[in-house]
T-cell receptor
């Protein structure tokens, strides 16, 4: 089973309110990623967990938080949503670390479409 | 840093015609992995092709691509487009560099629309 699940699929949030998005995978992958995708733009990596270690991109460091309570789950948290957070949020997982080629393959979830009003 | 360029935002084709989606990349590392992901509406993006071997053709589901390190290109091709090929296609780059995990750098995507 190569399924990555995301909840909710659609989220409507008010400006200034928190948002919590959930991702899960059952492939025992070491690494889980969160991307932000806006129309006509490339998916942008926000952060990733390699095992229990969180790595956040420099330009999104203060805007997004994440937790990984166990290997299967990873959340993306926005403390105070702004209009600019409206986007599709894609979660992905892969087997990280040095090794064979196939460890770089990322498996994606269907995404959560967030609309901030 | 790394970058991936997909020059066409939209490609429209009549069914049966050949497909070619362009992808070029920039990286300072020689051990680059190149990927094509396909994203159908309301579905998860999934891996179509990948390669790290120079000048070797990679094929899957009728599509093929050859990584050319000399020109930093990884164009996606298919001999005959089908209606079901209509989707968003992303080219992506991963390099080990000094990182433990391979982070993906995506191109902006090319939407392929095939008409009957």
């Amino acid at each position: 089973d190569t399924t990555v699940k995301q909840n909710p699929r659609y989220k409507l949030a008010r400006v200034g309110k928190p948002v919590n998005l959930i991702c899960s995978q059952t492939m025992n992958h070491d690494t889980m990623y969160w991307y932000q995708k806006k129309p006509n733009q490339a998916p942008k990596l926000l952060l990733f967990y390699y095992d229990k270690i969180l790595n956040r991109e420099a330009d999104t460091f203060e805007k997004f938080q994440s937790s990984r309570p166990n290997n299967s789950f990873c959340s993306l948290y926005i403390g105070s949503a702004g209009l600019e957070y409206s986007a599709m949020y894609l979660c992905a997982s892969s087997r990280g670390g040095l090794g064979p080629l196939n460890q770089d393959t990322q498996y994606f979830g269907p995404g959560t479409r967030l609309l901030v009003l | 840093g790394d970058s991936v360029t997909q020059t066409e935002g939209l490609v429209t084709l009549t069914e049966g015609l050949p497909v070619m989606l362009n992808c070029t990349y920039q990286t300072i590392y020689s051990n680059a992995f190149l990927f094509w992901y396909v994203h159908y509406l309301n579905e998860s993006p999934w891996l179509l092709l990948r390669s790290s071997t120079d000048n070797k053709r990679t094929e899957h589901q009728g599509f093929h691509a050859t990584l050319h390190k000399s020109s930093s290109s990884f164009h996606l091709q298919k001999s005959s487009a089908q209606l079901s090929d209509s989707a968003l296609y992303y080219c992506a780059l991963s390099d080990r560099g000094t990182q433990v995990v391979g982070q993906l750098t995506f191109g902006s995507g090319t939407r392929l629309q095939v008409y009957a």
